[in-house]
């Protein structure tokens, strides 16, 4: 079992920067690939970023040069670097964990909001 935390969400002005942060519990934290999703009201659940065990990247285009994902396996925590924000970024932003066996686990989401 996997639990994730994360943090660093809040309010932010347009073309601003948020950081990210979730940590996870557990001893196996290398061995996931790892993920940031987002849901805006009324809206579904959308990959925004996710980094496999080996360190590869993959980015919805919405993001691709403004977002960065990354991991530091020492500390159980994975990363999302936004910059440039804009309104349309406004959502809760989850983290998902996927073990080798395809399992899930998500932490319960931080609100980041775009707004002048």
């Known amino acids: 079992q996997v639990q994730l935390v994360e943090s660093g969400g809040g309010l932010v002005q347009p073309g601003g920067s948020l950081r990210l942060s979730c940590a996870a519990s557990?001893?196996?934290?290398?061995?996931?690939?790892l993920g940031w999703y987002r849901q805006a009201p009324g809206k579904q659940r959308e990959l925004v970023a996710a980094m496999t065990r080996g360190g590869s990247t993959n980015y919805a285009i919405a993001v691709k040069g403004r977002f960065t994902i990354s991991r530091d396996n020492a500390k159980n925590t994975v990363y999302l670097q936004m910059n440039s924000l804009k309104p349309e970024d406004t959502a809760v932003y989850y983290c998902?964990?996927?073990?080798?066996?395809?399992?899930?686990?998500w932490g319960q989401g931080t609100q980041v909001t775009v707004s002048s």
């Open positions: 998902n964990a996927r073990s080798i066996t395809y399992t899930d686990y």
């Open positions: 557990g001893s196996r934290f290398s061995s996931y690939s």
